[in-house]
């Protein structure tokens, strides 16, 4: 008897694949699906072929396409170009173009893999969606709530860019590789046919464009007064002390090289309306306290004022913080001060392995 319909997204690549076949010898009914997406048809380099995006590629649909006919299990290609332009291409151009450093793989799986990729599972009468993310969903019987956990393989562990699942979405959200390590999945793959996966490279970087920097991307798509030169200055002083060559090149904590000053400086912030670049010492980076914008959470909401662990960056340590506010809004306020909070990005929030959510810092 079926364990329940699943509509797994076959990326072309190792983890998806091996996910589809835990899934397979598990007993689920598995559909096979590879989604779509928009990629940036100005970049120059492609302009003498179709342009593809690195998760979706011409190869990576056959890739996928494959494994669903040597598994033996329906397969549909669902078109989202027009929908993740929307909601994650639109959204990220928008972001900087307010001096802002987005996440889009965030949005992506807000948006798209947990978001338009459940309702076609609706659609198809299917029981969940399935992927090849490294964290794990669990139910507790005993507080009867869904929990949202990282990885046990800190490397590979993807929890940081799936905080906006809830307690709607993770009941119907499966994660077959999550609690194992990449060794382990590609000796599964080795030894069950799949040696092409296993040694396939894995994309790297933003999908939608083909460099490895977003800036070039931005400056196709934005208007060029964003890109136009201005001052730098020192923060604490007001002096004036260089010119940046675009505000949108520089991001909150990078190494700012200054002509003729040989300390080291750093990117501390920045004011779109004069197109001023702010820098100062590595020590002037640390910050007491942040705020956030668009709070979910993946079990329920905390008590003001409550002690929490927070990440802002993917691969960050966990800081230990108080939560103060209610809503969608909220403060954060570390016990030691943090380096080089960057508006735009998101701040986790988990009390040990347990993600509780997050929100966008702003």
Known sequence: MSKGRVLVGLSGGL??????????????????????????????????????NKCCSVRDLMLARGVAKKLDMPFYLFDFREKFKKAVVDDFLERFAMGLTPNPCIECNRHVK???????????????????????????????????????????DQSYFLYTLDQEKLPHVLFPVGHMNKDQVREIALANGFEEFAAKRESQGVCFFPEANHTAFLERHLPPQLFSKGQIVMKKTNEAIGEHEGLLKYTVGQRARVAGVARPLYVLSNDLPTNTLFVGQDEEL?????QLKKVVWTIADVADASEIEIRIRHGGKPQQARIFGKGSERTIKFTTPVRAITPGQSAVFSDGELILGGGIIV
């Open 15 to 52: 983890d998806s694949t091996i996910a589809a076949f835990l899934l397979k010898e598990a007993g689920y009914e598995v559909i096979g699906v590879h989604l779509k997406l928009w990629s940036d048809d100005k970049a120059p380099e492609l302009q003498r072929n179709l342009p593809e």
């Open 114 to 156: 947990f978001g338009f990729f459940l309702e076609k599972m609706k659609e198809l009468g299917a029981d969940y969606v399935a992927t090849g993310h490294y964290c794990l969903n669990t139910w507790n019987a005993e507080k009867k709530h869904w929990e949202f956990r990282r990885s046990p393989d800190d490397r590979k």
């Open 286 to 290: 640390l910050t007491p306290e942040l």
